[in-house]
């Protein structure tokens, strides 16, 4: 094949790149870590904003049809590639739009007749912190740097409402992440329903280790339980989530209340309710990559786990169910590159097994890790299930999605 003729090898190299991003939503590239974070970024432009990516797909194919690629049988080559990408991409964002009926229907399976919320302005929250963070750093705890919250409420929502509170835990490998960056569609969601959200810092690894990031979670919760009212919070009804090490830190405080307590041991740590998504369960395990345990000996833990499992055991929340555990939702997407999926259905099949509380579990076709931390077609579903979820098991606000 020819690449003299003008636009052939423009168009080989974009037809290249399309079946490669298309293919990645499809399988992630790697399951290694560091490179899975870079794989995983890849994939999510195939898997979260599918329909842009096939639109600028379809643009630069467009350029080298003008350019002439359409005369030589290597552009054809590229043109068919970039085609076969757009459809796969298309095929994705359909999967994508269905996660509505799984979603629905876990659900229901739990709850029985739950309907998802009306669909609410996800883009608003592109300025959600600067809208709603009516109070930002806050201190929760001795430490001056780490251990501060932002309270995010409605500007019309009064002072004694009562709303039910979500506490937001946010992710980054127990080492990097600020309440700043994470789940801002779901807060500005909730926050529009007439919920109270708290955004947490904690105390990250490698410099700070286990358990003090559990220890920071823990006195976010008792910090709630003491102020939040004067918020507009109601400090019995307080629900726990977080996205990746947020789940897992999310999950193991709602497991373990009264436990990582160490002088604040009758402050009550009990939460109403905890969301989690795509996170760790089992921290024993292998994730896929065969990394885990390097990366938990690197990141945070105060020992590797060939030397001491103890530690790697106590603070899995796979190993910390009871039947008292309170109800949880469990999210994962099956594209995940970072965390396996297997994580969630096992320690779903753990919760059902011990807990009397409804476990709702649902996975997202092809998501990626970390796909709600952007306003997409997807996350809005998401995110209404949730409200879903939190408002049959802790109740209502009173909101209007406003």
């Not at 350029?63 to 970039?82: D, I, K, N, W, Y």
């Not at 806050?138 to 430490?143: E, I, K, S, V």
């Not at 994730?287 to 000996?297: F, H, Q």
Request: charged content about 20%.
């Amino acid at each position: 094949m020819s690449l003299r003729e003008p636009g052939a090898r423009s168009s080989l190299v974009v037809g290249t790149l399309a079946l490669l991003v298309a293919g990645s939503g499809l399988r992630p590239l790697t399951r290694r870590w560091p490179a899975a974070v870079l794989g995983s970024l890849l994939s999510s432009t195939a898997t979260e904003t599918p329909r842009a990516t096939a639109l600028l797909v379809g643009a630069a194919a467009g350029v080298t049809v003008r350019r002439g690629a359409a005369r030589s049988p290597a552009g054809r080559v590229g043109l068919a590639a970039a085609a076969t990408g757009i459809g796969v991409l298309v095929v994705l964002d359909q999967g994508a739009r269905r996660d509505v009926e799984g979603l629905a229907d876990a659900l229901r399976a739990e709850l029985g007749p739950v309907e998802l919320p009306a669909r609410g302005r996800v883009l608003g929250s592109l300025l959600a912190r600067q809208r709603y963070a009516s109070a930002r750093d806050l201190a929760y705890g001795p430490d001056p740097v780490a251990n501060l919250l932002d309270v995010w409420r409605h500007p019309s929502l009064p002072d004694d409402a009562r709303a039910p509170v979500l506490l937001q835990i946010h992710g980054g490998a127990w080492s990097s992440g600020s309440k700043a960056a994470d789940a801002h569609p779901l807060m500005a969601h909730m926050v529009r329903r007439g919920w109270v959200c708290v955004s947490v810092d904690y105390r990250l690894g490698p410099a700070e280790r286990w358990p003090a990031q559990i220890v920071d979670v823990k006195r976010a919760i008792a910090w709630a339980r003491e102020n939040i009212a004067r918020h507009g919070g109601d400090p019995a009804r307080i629900a726990i989530t977080g996205g990746s090490s947020g789940a897992h830190l999310a999950a193991l405080a709602a497991l373990t209340p009264g436990a990582w307590q160490p002088d604040f041991g009758d402050a009550d740590t009990t939460v109403a309710a905890a969301v989690c998504l795509y996170g760790i369960y089992d921290l024993t395990t292998d994730d896929g990559s065969g990394t885990l345990d390097e990366l938990l000996a690197e990141t945070m833990m105060p020992n590797a786990l060939g030397e001491d499992a103890h530690p790697y055991v106590a603070a899995s929340p796979s190993a910390r169910v009871h039947p008292g555990a309170p109800p949880f939702m469990v999210l994962h997407g099956t594209g995940d590159a970072i965390v396996v999926p297997a994580q969630s259905r096992a320690f779903v099949a753990r919760l059902r097994a011990v807990s009397r509380a409804p476990v709702v579990h649902a996975e997202l076709a092809h998501a990626q890790h970390g796909f709600d931390l952007v306003p997409t077609a997807r996350t809005l579903v998401t995110v209404r299930a949730i409200a879903a979820f939190l408002e049959a098991v802790v109740g209502l606000a009173g909101g209007d999605d406003r």
